[in-house]
T-cell receptor, first 114, second 113 residues
Framework: EAGVTQSPTHLIKTRGQQATLRCSPI?????VYWYQQALGLGLQFLLW???????NRGNFPPRFSGRQFPNYSSELNVNALELEDSALYLC?????????????FGPGTRLTVL | GEDVEQSLFLSVREGDSSVINCTYT??????LYWYKQEPGAGLQLLTY?????DMKQDQRLTVLLNKKDKHLSLRIADTQTGDSAIYFC?????????????FGSGTRLQVQP
């Protein structure tokens, strides 16, 4: 069974540009989560999508947004990039049912903002 | 809010046991997880324990949960050089409307040959 996949592996942008990161969940999973792992800040929850809807959002500004497609894949968009947005962005997926919902992570997209 | 704390670094010799500790504050946590991250990689789920359990064993891994003290530990038996990585504990809230995992800062395990 294929795991969570993310693309691209690396992304280099300049300040003010927009970045789009993509995630494909494990087959059968309907929930997708995005986390940011920035140096010195640890892993922080960004967004949770389930059945095409945004269900929960972390403490991030509105320029971090995303969507989930009918095939349950997801995009994370970061507008007006700032230097502090440089981080590893991790996507996870789960079955989307109940509180016992184990999240499985992809390899991440490393975003560098110059 | 929720908070999860871990020690930053642990060094052991190959063949010894490693014990990585974690404390958390959210008493309503349902599941507690251990993830492993190797350099430049994503998070690999190692194991998890439901909050009404005291212990879970899975091959070389033993998880102990002291719910009263909100203390979680991961013991790796017969530690190998391939176990060198950063280990994160994470807690999952009871509120299914939130679902966000709260992670500790990670413990870097160094295994010396």
């Amino acid at each position: 069974e294929a795991g969570v996949t993310q693309s691209p592996t690396h992304l280099i942008k300049t300040r003010g540009q927009q970045a789009t990161l993509r995630c494909s969940p494990i087959s059968g999973h309907t929930s997708v989560y995005w986390y940011q792992q920035a140096l010195g800040l640890g892993l922080q929850f960004l967004l949770w999508y389930d059945e095409g809807e945004e269900r929960n959002r972390g403490n991030f500004p509105p320029r971090f947004s995303g969507r989930q497609f009918p095939n349950y894949s997801s995009e994370l968009n970061v507008n007006a990039l700032e230097l502090e947005d440089s981080a590893l962005y991790l996507c996870a997926s789960s079955h989307g049912q109940g509180s016992t919902d184990t999240q499985y992570f992809g390899p991440g997209t490393r975003l560098t903002v110059l | 809010g929720e908070d999860v704390e871990q020690s930053l670094f642990l060094s052991v010799r190959e063949g010894d046991s490693s014990v990585i500790n974690c404390t958390y504050t959210d008493s309503s946590s349902t599941y507690l997880y251990w993830y492993k991250q190797e350099p430049g990689a994503g998070l690999q789920l190692l194991t998890y324990i439901f909050s009404n359990m005291d212990m879970k064993q899975d091959q070389r891994l033993t998880v102990l949960l002291n719910k009263k003290d909100k203390h979680l530990s991961l013991r790796i038996a017969d530690t190998q050089t391939g176990d060198s990585a950063i280990y994160f504990c994470a807690e999952s809230p009871m509120d299914t409307g939130r679902r966000a995992l709260t992670f500790g800062s990670g413990t870097r395990l160094q295994v010396q040959p």
